[in-house]
């Protein structure tokens, strides 16, 4: 992450920017899910979906570890 957020010489290369702003925000991005996961771990929430409350099957979280909600919600939830 720090090199990726270091300011680093102007190569001209607007691809190479391109690709560092992109790498830069996907890797934040991971961050804060798993942040997230590891804080509702800590509460006691991990493994419930965040709008209806039921458990979130173990294959969706063994797939996807950060998962908030369960497939319905998720699926309402981006519409």
Known sequence: MKELTEITADTG???????????????????????????RIAEGRYGRCETCGAPIPAARLEALPHARFCVPCQQRHDG
């Not at 920017?17 to 590891?38: D, F, W, Y």
């Open 13 to 39: 290369d607007t691809g190479e920017a391109h690709n560092r702003a992109a790498l830069l925000a996907v890797t934040r991005r991971s961050l804060e899910q798993i942040t997230g996961a590891l804080l």
